[in-house]
């Protein structure tokens, strides 16, 4: 079944049961806290926290994620993209727990000619929170699961907040059992590769207070007045499966990313698995930037322009180190548009714009890529003919200045010539430079000098400048 399919059954099952379709919400909410959109549910909190009246009961919608915290796994375990799409039915005060679990239950195994994707029930495993009785009845009793295919979990697992007084409650998750040559028989507990995690139902019924040590340990006020459901469905990872493919990069809108680097680096996928990890890293990171450009983000040196800057970097590095000599990005993205433009039709409208701000970052990148390399790998051999396990600060800082090499990139290729970066070092130097350049900043402000610096800003339309602060600051994400 096409990701394309897989979409719309989940809105057209839920539309069914009377829920409004509300469409994704832009990466880039007005919300300086949240780097990016990460979960079906973002746009939906002012109802959760009661600030905003509904216009409907329930609703249901298939929302654009990104994960800057899953960039490490992406190519490496076989389920986490930066981009990715969270199909979600959510309910404001209206049904709960059994409802919930009953629509699930129905989409994930009724047969395909009845509108559903057609899982054999029995490879499939849930979880629910330490004492929650009521949810595991509700899966024996709607469900018809064992026991034994329940599996109970903590806080860490199966307890969601949003790590603010407000409300907050059990979840319960749905798991595919992928079979014995996939891993560890034991359910989820006992192996997250074997058994696939595809969706996660959260049941808001308690308030959390002030109290509490953190994340997994807070404050349970009691049962909020009105409870609500927010759920989250993996879309590629339901291709995944229902694809019989290894893993979510060669569903059918990644994997012909992953052919076009075949084709223009002369390597073949499935051959080597240090390659593998870079035609997937290729493909992933391709759609995300594509799509956070399509959003209105441009490469920076801070927040999420850093973040699209990482990895329009990494799929550059990745394509060289496959053997591409050529440019490659215009291929990626066009490869990315025709596949994903069909449910994103900004990637088609908008489609100049995004291949320009990704081919400029590109050439910028390539341009200093050979020298960096060079300053890198001489600085690798010294620290290595010296006995040595730690590149300095002072080199990682030069490659950053002068090359515009991101640390993660610095501390990726130390990794594999097996050396660390004294990242304290780096840091300080980087807070130096830092002050150094807020210090000339205020003394050209007060100067009323060179007003080119702070012309892109105005270009933008943005009517206060905010100083220079912003365009020389580093990474928070750092
Ligand atoms: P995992 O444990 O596999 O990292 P998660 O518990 O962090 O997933 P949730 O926050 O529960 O994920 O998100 C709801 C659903 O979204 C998951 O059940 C999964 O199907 C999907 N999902 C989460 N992260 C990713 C990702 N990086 N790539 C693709 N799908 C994802
Ligand atoms: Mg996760
Ligand atoms: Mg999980
Ligand atoms: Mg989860």
Redesign the pocket.
């Known amino acids: 079944m096409q990701t394309h399919e897989i979409r719309r059954r989940f809105l057209d099952h839920f539309v069914k049961a009377g829920h409004t379709e509300v469409a994704s919400a832009s990466l880039i909410l007005d919300d300086p806290n949240l780097l990016f959109v ?2 079906g549910m973002v746009q939906f909190v002012p109802f959760f926290l009661g600030q905003q009246t509904p216009p409907y009961a329930t609703a249901t919608s298939v929302q654009k ?1 990104v ?1 800057t915290l ?1 960039i490490e ?1 992406v190519g490496i ?1 076989t ?4 981009f ?1 799409q ?1 199909a979600g039915n959510f309910s404001f005060g209206d049904y709960f727990k059994r409802e919930a679990i009953k629509h699930a239950w129905a989409l994930l195994t009724n047969s395909v000619e009845d509108g559903g994707y057609g899982f054999d029930p029995e490879r499939l495993w849930v979880t629910v929170y330490l004492d929650d009785d009521e949810a595991r009845d509700i899966w024996k009793e709607e469900a018809g699961i064992p026991d034994e295919r329940i599996q109970r979990r903590g806080m860490a ?1 199966n307890y969601w907040s949003m790590g603010i007084p407000g409300p907050c409650g059990p ?1 319960s ?2 798991y595919y059992d992928r079979g014995p040559e996939f891993g560890l028989e034991g359910g989820p507990e006992a192996d ?1 590769d074997r058994y ?5 139902l959260v049941f808001m019924q308690n308030e959390r207070g002030l109290g509490g040590t953190g994340k997994d340990d807070f404050e349970i006020l009691g049962p909020l007045p009105k409870q609500n459901i927010d759920t ?7 291709a995944f499966l229902l694809q019989g493919v290894d893993n ?1 990069y060669e569903t059918d809108l990644v994997r012909p990313v992953i052919a076009k680097a075949e084709e223009l680096t002369g390597r073949k996928y499935g051959v080597s698995h240090e390659d593998d990890v870079r035609f997937r890293v290729i493909a992933d990171h391709a759609r995300t930037a594509a799509m956070l450009i399509g959003d209105g983000v441009n490469p920076g040196n801070d927040g999420r322009g850093y973040v699209l800057r990482r990895l329009l970097r990494r799929i550059v590095r990745s394509a060289k180190l496959l053997g591409a000599e050529q440019p490659s990005m215009r291929e990626f993205i066009t490869v990315v548009r025709d596949t994903m433009a069909p449910s994103y039709p900004v990637l088609d409208t908008d489609f100049e714009r995004i291949l320009n701000v990704a081919v400029g970052e590109e050439a910028a990148f390539r341009r200093t890529l050979v020298s960096g390399e060079k300053l890198f790998e001489t600085a690798a051999d010294e620290v290595k003919s010296a006995g040595q396990k730690v590149i300095a600060g002072s080199e990682a800082f030069a490659l950053h200045d002068t090359y515009g090499f991101p640390i993660d990139l610095t501390l990726e290729m130390a990794a594999e010539a097996g050396l660390s970066v004294d990242e304290d070092g780096f840091r300080s130097l980087m807070a130096e430079q830092r002050q150094r350049a807020k210090d000339d900043a205020q003394a050209r402000k007060h100067a009323h000098a060179d007003l080119t610096v702070y012309k892109e800003f105005v270009d933008r339309g943005e009517t206060e400048f905010t100083g220079f602060a912003e365009l020389t600051t580093e990474a928070s994400v750092l």
Do not use: P
């Not at 389920?79 to 930066?82: E, S, V």
């Open positions: 990460n979960a994620c994960r899953d796994n375990t389920r986490h993209n930066t990715f969270m697992d979840c998750e749905i997250e696939l995690e595809i969706w996660n989250g469905m993996g879309v590629e990872r339901v979510v």
